[in-house]
């Protein structure tokens, strides 16, 4: 069993930062992936970016490519997600999942364990 759990949502104004980070305990944190999502009200949830087991490889959706950065601290057992340039349209509810293989996924089926989840407001 994995437990996650997300830290560091909240407001910010259009054009600023946040970074969130999710904390995994119950297995070997640096063995898998973990991806980071996020979800709309009113929308399904959707693919924001992930890293590959040893931090080596990322990549991100294209409404995020070049303002959000993910990081891991397998020391830590910890993922990172640096939001910067905020604009109104990345408010949402943001998850940190994780998945029993080492390579990147970008669909939600592909990820085994979830956290509860963060708010992120950013207003205009």
């Known amino acids: 069993q994995v437990q996650l759990v997300e830290s560091g949502g909240g407001l910010v104004q259009a054009g600023g930062s946040l970074r969130l980070s999710c904390a995994a305990s119950?297995?070997?944190?640096?063995?898998?992936?973990m991806g980071w999502f996020r979800q709309a009200p009113g929308k399904e949830r959707e693919f924001v970016g992930a890293?590959?087991?040893?931090?080596?490889?990322?990549y991100y959706a294209d409404s995020v490519k070049g303002r959000f950065t993910i990081s891991r601290d397998n020391a830590q057992n910890t993922v990172y997600l640096q939001m910067n340039s905020l604009k109104p349209e990345d408010t949402a509810v943001y998850y940190c999942a994780y998945r029993t293989g080492a390579a990147i996924a970008t669909k939600t089926a592909s990820y085994d364990y979830w956290g509860q989840g963060t708010q992120v407001t950013v207003s205009p």
């Open positions: 119950g297995r070997t944190f640096s063995v898998y992936a």
């Open positions: 890293i590959s087991r040893n931090g080596v490889s990322t």
